[in-house]
């Protein structure tokens, strides 16, 4: 079955700590976005990447960063810089450009410890 | 500038009647595509429909339809007959022609009462 896929479902980040968040698509999609949502808000864009190898800072980047090395992978890391790390966190893909459909994987839920 | 407002920020309705969630943009290229998605409580968007600006018939599938209006700037997504399993958030959407990211409105909360 073709789609994208998050994981960990839920995790747990103390004080001081770098948290990765995984996602994975098979889809060939070129294009891959990560979005914050908080309780009662919209999604708000993190990171984007329309190709491999290369990526840009979306609305709210500071205190994330990403890697794009393989068109199948964009990885979201949750740097100690974040303050208020806690959300859900929506990784999507389409095939070329935002103007394509966004197909969205089941999200990741951070939490604080 | 791009924007998308959603004014109901939450709505309940008895199951079997009919619901319009409604969806305002702005802006100011002639080309741009509007989206509606779905947010069930296990957390994943499920895309709904995408329309571009020069498409403006309206959008039938099952008990979903869409009703896109350039001149009032509205894109309106109405459930026929709710159902329970149609409680979610709505999200409506906007991107512009060769925009990098699309602009989502912050939702609104469908409760669908049995």
């Known amino acids: 079955d073709g789609g994208i896929t998050q994981s960990p479902k839920y995790l747990f980040r103390k004080e001081g700590q770098n948290v990765t968040l995984s996602c994975e698509q098979n889809?060939?999609?070129?294009?891959m976005y990560w979005y914050r949502q908080d309780p009662g808000q919209g999604l708000r864009l993190i990171y984007y990447?329309?190709?491999?190898?290369?990526?840009q800072k979306g609305d709210i980047a500071e205190g994330y960063s990403v890697s794009r090395e393989k068109k199948e992978s964009f990885p979201l890391t949750v740097t100690s810089a974040q303050k208020n790390p806690t959300a859900f966190y929506l990784c999507a893909s389409s095939i070329t450009s935002a103007q394509e459909t966004q197909y969205f994987g089941p999200g990741t839920r951070l939490l604080v410890l | 500038a791009q924007k998308v407002t959603q004014a109901q920020t939450e709505i309940s309705v008895v199951e079997k009647e009919d619901v319009t969630l409604d969806c305002v943009y702005e802006t100011r290229d002639t080309t741009y595509y509007l989206f509606w998605y779905k947010q069930p409580p296990s957390g994943e968007l499920v895309f709904l429909i995408r329309?571009?600006?020069?498409?403006?018939q309206n959008e039938i599938s099952g008990r979903y339809s869409w009703n896109f209006q350039k001149s009032t700037s509205s894109f309106n997504f109405t459930i026929t007959a709710s159902q329970v399993v149609d409680s979610a958030v709505y999200f409506c959407a906007l991107t512009q022609n060769r925009d990098d990211k699309i602009i989502f409105g912050k939702g609104t909360r469908l409760h669908i009462l049995p």
């Open positions: 329309r571009n600006s020069f498409d403006e």
């Open positions: 990447s329309q190709i491999v190898n290369d990526f």
């Open positions: 889809l060939n999609h070129d294009a």
